[in-house]
């Protein structure tokens, strides 16, 4: 125990596993600890997406590869002791389950030698998980009764570094021998982190007696959109790995419920899957489109490119609030505007009673969702999502000295004020909040784009695209043309984009976030037929 930390109030640590890479199988549990940190101490298999729910938590990275360590584990361990004696709330987030061949036995013998009160959260252990996300049951009644899991590496008495999963271990091929084959009680056999390896896993498994015809897999980064996956009879799937590129992390699975990933597997059939896409939206409305992404097979990378921040208050918007009772329209533009609305009326203790006998008009049905949540219901919603319908078809047939408030952001287009002026209303446009570039780091994803690394570039607002054409400068935009598929939510977006030299593949045709997702998917699957034409 360090003795510059007795007598400080004694923190806490959580074991707890990040599952085996898809972030959505991270227990429930587990986010209520992440949400709770001071500190999280992830390592290599931990799915960074998983770190959003830890927001104001310190993140310290100590993952480990083959032969590569970026902390010994003794000083992981002396780091989680360091940091819970200070006070702090530490999580430890380790991929797959903890106590399934990782370091947490280790790591929670160190806090019980430093009296360190802890918490251990099972995870999705990769040796259940990546199999069936290849469509491979890991036992089944017709092909196998038993299940064996093994780890590809084994503790080298010399070594005093070890490594997440044992990675960069020395192998010990006595270890690595399977159960003896026996026809009659068969055995699914699952090796993990054993790509080095896995000539000496081959032979043993056949010194145990297993046919050389028995199905194996290699299945690579098991969960995730860049799964890959190889099978093949036990005699050649080292030749069929190393043709297919397989590398670490990556589990092996042979016996016979290998045959079944034929008509089983899901995951990698999904119609995105494997796409890497862009989501440039601000980071408080990411995750909306990277869900929806991520259910269809994609890998969202979510880098915004805008962000949302409140007005510094001038008294004009505390105004029309408390001026709505005359005031014949409200209109909104954004969700922003609403949730911009909503949080000032809160600081004033008003509710939606200020909104009386007015009318309210919402530019999309995600605007209108936003409503609901403060308990506002918009009487008008436009055909098109766009400034230029609501504008043609707000029901008033006579607009003449009617006192209409629109809600917007602080930058925008005077299309809707000046339509609505030239009518004969009264317009007050009050902004009530603002989208300021955030493209801190972007030179990493410039790059990936212009080597073709990224498929699709969604741009949900023009802004997104300006302020990529900023964080590119000065290289211009169309730089990027050809070398990634763009999508854009609507025609004022998509002809931002094209004035700036990038213009869409895609523009959706319903100007959502259901609706882009809808064009990118149709965009694919239209490539698709056109590849299967002859």
Same mark, same amino acid.
């Given at each position: *125990?360090?003795?510059?930390?007795?007598?400080?109030?004694? !923190?806490?640590?959580?074991?707890?596993?990040?599952?085996? &890479? #898809?972030?959505?199988?991270?227990?429930?549990? !587990?986010?209520?600890?992440?949400?709770?940190?001071?500190?999280?101490?992830?390592?290599?298999?931990?799915? $960074?997406? %998983? %770190?959003?729910?830890?927001?104001?938590? @310190?993140?310290?990275?100590?993952?480990?590869?083959?032969?590569?360590?970026?902390?010994?584990?003794?000083?992981?361990?002396?780091?989680?002791?360091?940091?819970?004696?200070?006070?702090?709330?530490?999580?430890?987030?380790?991929? !797959?389950?903890?106590?399934?061949? !990782?370091?947490?036995?280790?790591?929670?013998?160190?806090?019980?030698?430093?009296?360190?009160?802890?918490?251990?959260?099972?995870?999705?252990?990769?040796?259940?998980?990546?199999?069936?996300?290849?469509?491979?049951?890991v036992s089944h009644r017709h092909y196998a009764s038993a299940i064996a899991i093994i780890t590809g590496h084994r503790r080298d008495e010399a070594d005093t570094t070890t490594g997440e999963e044992h990675a960069g271990e020395k192998s010990q091929p006595a270890a690595l021998m399977p159960p003896v084959y026996n026809p009659a009680a068969p055995w699914t056999l699952i090796y993990l982190m054993g790509v080095e390896n896995l000539p000496q896993i081959i032979e043993c498994v056949k010194t145990a007696g297993y046919p050389v015809q028995t199905p194996a897999a290699l299945i690579q980064w098991g969960t995730r959109p860049n799964q890959r996956v190889v099978a093949g009879p036990l005699d050649r799937i080292q030749e069929i790995a190393q043709e297919g590129g397989i590398q670490s992390p990556a589990i092996t699975v042979i016996g016979e419920v290998v045959q079944l990933r034929q008509t089983l597997r899901w995951f990698d059939n999904r119609p995105l899957f494997g796409k890497r896409i862009l989501v440039t939206r601000a980071r408080e409305q990411a995750s909306e489109l990277s869900v929806r992404l991520r259910l269809l097979g994609a890998e969202p990378i979510e880098y915004p490119m805008i962000k949302i921040?409140?007005?510094?208050?001038?008294?004009? %918007?505390?105004?029309?609030?408390?001026?709505?009772?005359?005031?014949?329209?409200?209109?909104?533009?954004?969700?922003? &505007?609403?949730?911009?609305?909503?949080?000032?009326?809160?600081?004033?203790?008003?509710?939606a009673r200020i909104f009386g006998s007015c009318k309210i008009a919402a530019i999309g049905p995600a605007t209108d969702e936003a409503l609901h949540t403060v308990g506002l219901w918009a009487d008008f919603v436009p055909s098109r999502f766009v400034a230029e319908s609501l504008l043609e078809e707000?029901?008033?047939?006579?607009?003449?000295?009617?006192?209409? +408030?629109?809600?917007?952001?602080?930058?925008?287009?005077?299309?809707?004020?000046?339509? %609505?002026?030239?009518?004969?209303?009264?317009? @007050?446009?009050?902004?009530?909040?603002?989208?300021? $570039?955030?493209?801190?780091?972007?030179?990493?994803?410039?790059?990936?784009?212009?080597?073709?690394? *990224?498929?699709?570039?969604?741009?949900?607002?023009s802004s997104t695209?300006?302020?990529?054409?900023?964080?590119?400068?000065?290289? $211009? *935009?169309?730089?990027?043309? &050809?070398?990634?598929?763009?999508?854009?939510?609507?025609?004022?977006?998509?002809?931002?984009?094209?004035?700036?030299? +990038?213009?869409? #593949?895609?523009?959706?045709?319903?100007?959502?976030?259901?609706?882009?997702? @809808?064009?990118?998917?149709?965009?694919?699957?239209?490539?698709?037929?056109?590849?299967?034409?002859p």
């Open positions: *125990m360090n003795d510059s930390n007795r007598g400080r109030k004694t !923190g806490s640590v959580a074991l707890v596993g990040a599952g085996p &890479g #898809d972030p959505g199988l991270l227990t429930l549990r !587990g986010k209520e600890l992440l949400e709770q940190a001071d500190v999280v101490v992830y390592d290599r298999l931990a799915h $960074p997406a %998983l %770190l959003q729910y830890a927001p104001n938590a @310190e993140h310290l990275y100590v993952g480990k590869s083959s032969s590569r360590h970026t902390m010994p584990q003794m000083e992981i361990s002396r780091l989680l002791v360091d940091r819970a004696l200070t006070g702090q709330r530490v999580v430890r987030l380790k991929g !797959g389950d903890s106590f399934v061949f !990782g370091r947490g036995g280790e790591e929670l013998e160190a806090c019980v030698e430093a009296g360190i009160p802890f918490e251990v959260v099972p995870g999705i252990t990769s040796a259940i998980a990546a199999p069936a996300y290849a469509g491979i049951p921040q409140p007005l510094q208050s001038d008294g004009l %918007l505390d105004s029309a609030l408390k001026r709505l009772k005359d005031t014949d329209w409200v209109i909104f533009t954004s969700a922003n &505007g609403v949730r911009a609305v909503a949080n000032r009326m809160m600081e004033l203790k008003l509710d707000l029901p008033e047939h006579c607009l003449t000295n009617r006192r209409i +408030l629109i809600v917007r952001a602080k930058e925008a287009r005077d299309v809707l004020p000046d339509g %609505l002026a030239a009518k004969g209303a009264q317009v @007050e446009v009050i902004p009530a909040y603002e989208t300021v $570039p955030d493209a801190e780091g972007a030179s990493e994803l410039i790059n990936e784009i212009l080597n073709g690394q *990224m498929d699709v570039i969604t741009f949900a607002s695209v300006r302020n990529l054409a900023a964080a590119l400068a000065p290289k $211009p *935009m169309s730089d990027l043309a &050809g070398k990634v598929v763009v999508a854009s939510i609507g025609p004022v977006t998509s002809k931002t984009a094209t004035e700036l030299g +990038l213009p869409p #593949d895609i523009e959706a045709p319903v100007h959502t976030i259901p609706g882009l997702v @809808e064009a990118i998917l149709s965009f694919y699957s239209e490539r698709k037929a056109e590849k299967g034409r």
